[in-house]
């Protein structure tokens, strides 16, 4: 079983500032832990800027052509010797982000091990803040035994979906660690 280690409202606490607001990426990307990169769309599609920024995998958490949804794929970055994986996460309000938890800091894992630990990894969705950030999380918590707080105390900006909030509803909405 999943377990979160805080409540919705200490989640909501945790993200927002004394009066309540909540803080938005200022940047279009920001390195929020050693070679993580997470951001916005924009990023992903300037193949430039990934390769001057040294990027050796992508990791698409808005797969898909709808409207909600960044359409690229490996075959958007063939040539350019960075690996893409992607996931067709949906951000409304019932979609359950956590069964692609595993798989995706599986590919984060792998990403920074490459070629002798030299590997960096841009993690994106649409905006920056949703999808891509609430993955970030998850891996710093499966793969570095963090515990919410601790893993939200990294640069990560996370807008608090009603998706993202149902996720730790649905796992009790209480007390416990992640294992």
């Not at 390195?31 to 698409?60: D, F, W």
């Not at 067709?88 to 590919?107: G, H, K, Q, V, W």
Request: hydrophobic share 40%; aromatic share 10%.
């Amino acid at each position: 079983m999943t377990d979160f280690g805080v409540s919705v409202q200490q989640l909501n606490d945790l993200l927002s500032d004394e009066n309540g607001h909540f803080s938005m990426p200022s940047r279009d990307f920001n390195e929020v832990y050693p070679r993580i990169l997470l951001g916005n769309e924009s990023v992903a599609r300037n193949v430039k800027l990934l390769q001057q920024l040294r990027v050796t995998h992508v990791l698409n958490a808005a797969e898909g052509d709808s409207y909600m949804h960044v359409k690229t794929g490996a075959e958007y970055y063939v040539g350019t010797d960075i690996i893409y994986h992607g996931i067709p996460a949906n951000d409304i309000d019932y979609f359950n982000l956590s069964i692609y938890f595993e798989e995706c800091a599986d590919f984060i894992a792998q990403a920074l091990a490459y070629k002798g630990d030299r590997g960096k990894v841009y993690v994106h969705c649409q905006k920056g803040y949703s999808r891509s950030a609430t993955v970030v999380v998850a891996y710093l918590m499966l793969r570095h035994k963090l515990d919410v707080r601790a893993a939200l105390a990294t640069e990560i900006r996370i807008h608090i979906t009603a998706g993202f909030q149902s996720l730790w509803r649905e796992e009790g909405d209480t007390q416990r660690h992640m294992t």
